[in-house]
């Protein structure tokens, strides 16, 4: 079952620009993790926030993470079209064990 | 450190066949995890290794599907009499139980489709 929901489903925005999603998850959780896929290959991890974390910053991401809202979100700055890939939250639902994907979203970027 | 892999890539199979797919994780890691991803929706788990022990399946693993971890190094997952839902990505990932984090890292993943 799936344990988060992407929001929005789909994004399409101009190179250059930033590019915001969002992920609802419904239970405690030890931590949060953002992953990307490309069309029809695996997937690629991006960057872990934990529960007692409220940001996270690697390269051009940056992470949010709000335990009270059970939501994260994803910012990618200065997007580019490299960047064409869906976006999977995945969560723990604090069993430290397997991983709760949601349904993603599609980031378009056009060059 | 070459990441995980998976074999096949694809796998064409007509309903009623067996097929058996392979994952060898990153070397040092003791957790392998399989998942299964169709078409618009994100991966689902299946079963997880602690070493060789198989330590949890998702209800989604129907008797049909069976996995195995026997040296506590690479795994295989195999689906008996496939059916048309079978049809999917079989996704297999690592991870190290110990370190400071739960990263999984994720092969390229087995496309599935049963005619």
């Known amino acids: 079952s799936q344990q988060g929901e992407e929001d929005p489903q789909a994004l399409s925005i101009q190179e250059g620009e930033n590019a915001t999603m969002n992920c609802s998850y419904k239970?405690?959780?030890?931590?949060l993790q953002w992953y990307r896929q490309n069309s029809g290959r695996g997937l690629v991890h991006l960057i872990l926030i934990r529960s007692n974390e409220r940001e996270k910053h690697s390269g051009r991401l940056r992470v949010t993470l709000d335990t009270s809202k059970k939501s994260s979100s994803l910012l990618i700055t200065a997007s580019r079209a490299a960047d064409t890939a869906s976006y999977f939250c995945a969560t723990d639902r604090g069993t430290g064990n397997q991983f709760y994907f949601g349904t993603g979203t599609s980031l378009t970027v056009i060059p | 450190d070459t990441g995980v892999s998976q074999n096949p890539r694809h796998k064409i199979t007509k309903r009623g066949q067996n097929v058996t797919f392979r994952c060898d994780p990153i070397s040092e890691h003791n957790r392998l995890y399989w998942y299964r991803q169709t078409l618009g929706q994100g991966p689902e788990f299946l079963t997880y290794?602690?070493?060789?022990?198989?330590?949890?399946k998702s209800r989604l693993l129907s008797d049909r599907f069976s996995a195995e971890r026997p040296k506590g190094s690479f795994s295989t997952l195999e689906i008996q009499r496939t059916e048309q839902g079978d049809s999917a990505m079989y996704l297999c990932?690592?991870?190290?139980?110990?370190?400071?984090?739960?990263?999984?890292?994720f092969g390229p993943g087995t496309r599935l489709t049963v005619l």
């Open positions: 239970t405690s959780i030890n931590n």
């Open positions: 990932a690592s991870s190290f139980r110990g370190g400071s984090t739960d990263t999984q890292y």
């Open positions: 290794f602690q070493n060789e022990a198989q330590l949890e």
